[in-house]
């Protein structure tokens, strides 16, 4: 379809103009809806937001610059409410890994045993992107008019200072946190014989997998085996873009676990966006929706490798501290979320 486009209810309106009045800001709301999504990247932003756009009845098309399934460096952690929404949407009936709580350790030392309000979910992510994109229905749609969305993940190049791994390493009970000093790890018990390792840790902290090796040891006093698998360099920010989701949109510091959340709430608000035809007061919505995460973690960012880390210590030390900062940080943006989704 070139040139003008049908839009439903009858509306003409010339689809490429919009893209540029979305990304200008300069859009004003109108009554007409987009009948074609292109959405760039089949993570998982991308994998559910093609998904509630065919429940409201919108065509969209998904590409990926790789077939899957693919690796994705990730803790592979779920909050339970992005578990429950995945499991019912694409009927995933693989067996999960539950978590009933978190061990928070600094530099070595156990610090804190938390149980969890209710569990989080241990998920391979091969498996997980693997059951999403096999469930799709997808639709070959080829339409240079149509409104193009980046789920593209983290920006390639995006120069950041912290670069993310993952490996295998020996059994755990519960999921641990770790922190030191440029590095943040958490390990989590899985259904197999080994726990899945993840962590971030500062690009200017080491030359090879040796040196990790090293920091992981003399600083957190961690061992494991097998290959080290790596992602590129990561900025926790925001983007500019509009039409973003998931980690294309925002990176949230790890340290909170909502990486996986906000790739899944982002795509349904903008799902949402689009069908009512409002798409252009996303970026808005976004940065009102997600403002406490977005906040809070750049505080992390910016705190957790100064001399004032040690400010974090006594919030994941205290288990009412810690749960009064996680149900604060989840309030507002669930809130909202549940009114528009
Ligand atoms: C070490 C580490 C641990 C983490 N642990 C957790 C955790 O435990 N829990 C949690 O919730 N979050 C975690 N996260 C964050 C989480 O992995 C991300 O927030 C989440 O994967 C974002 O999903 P997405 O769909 O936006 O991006 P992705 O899952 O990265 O998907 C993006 C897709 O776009 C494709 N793509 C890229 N470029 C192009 C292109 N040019 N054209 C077409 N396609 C393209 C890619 O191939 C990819 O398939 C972690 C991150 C790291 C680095």
Not at 6 to 15: F, N, P, T
Not at 179 to 202: D, M, N, Q, W
Not at 260 to 265: L, Q, S
């Amino acid at each position: 379809m070139m040139g003008n486009v049908s839009l439903r209810g009858g509306v003409q309106r010339r689809r490429s103009n919009l893209c540029a009045e979305i990304a200008s800001g300069t859009a004003s709301p109108r009554n007409d809806t987009y009948i074609n999504v292109r959405i760039e990247g089949a993570g998982i932003a991308g994998q559910v937001l093609h998904r509630e756009l065919e429940k409201r009845g919108i065509a969209s098309s998904l590409h990926d610059r790789v077939s899957f399934p693919r690796e994705k460096v990730c803790g592979g952690v779920l909050q339970w409410d992005s578990w429950q929404y995945l499991k019912a949407a694409f009927q995933i009936s693989e067996p999960v890994r539950l978590i009933h709580s978190v061990s928070h350790f600094w530099r070595g030392k156990k610090i804190s045993n938390h149980s969890l309000p209710e569990p989080m979910v241990y998920i391979s992510r091969w498996a997980l992107d693997e059951t999403l994109y096999s469930r799709q229905r997808s639709s070959s749609l080829n339409d240079p008019d149509s409104l193009r969305v980046n789920a593209k993940g983290i920006p390639v190049g995006a120069g950041g200072e912290w670069i993310g791994f993952q490996a295998a390493c020996d059994p755990v009970q519960d999921l641990e946190m770790h922190y030191g000093r440029g590095i943040c790890v958490g390990i989590s018990p899985t259904l197999g014989p080994e726990a899945h390792l993840a962590f971030i840790v500062k690009r200017e902290r080491f030359r090879n997998a040796e040196d990790l090796k090293k920091i992981l040891w003399e600083e957190l006093r961690l061992k494991f085996d097998g290959p080290l698998k790596g992602t590129g360099r990561i900025h926790y920010g925001y983007s500019r873009e509009s039409l973003a989701v998931g980690d294309a949109k925002m990176v949230t510091f790890p340290f909170l676990g909502l990486g996986m959340k906000h790739a899944i709430f982002s795509a349904r608000l903008l799902a949402e966006k689009i069908s009512t035809d409002e798409a252009q007061v996303y970026d808005r919505t976004h940065r009102h929706v997600f403002r406490r995460w977005r906040l809070f973690s750049a505080f992390i960012g910016a705190i957790y490798d100064s001399p004032f880390q040690f400010l974090l210590r006594p919030l994941i030390r205290n288990r009412a501290l810690f749960f009064w900062m996680y149900r604060w940080l989840h309030r507002d943006g669930f809130g909202v979320l549940n009114v528009l989704c």
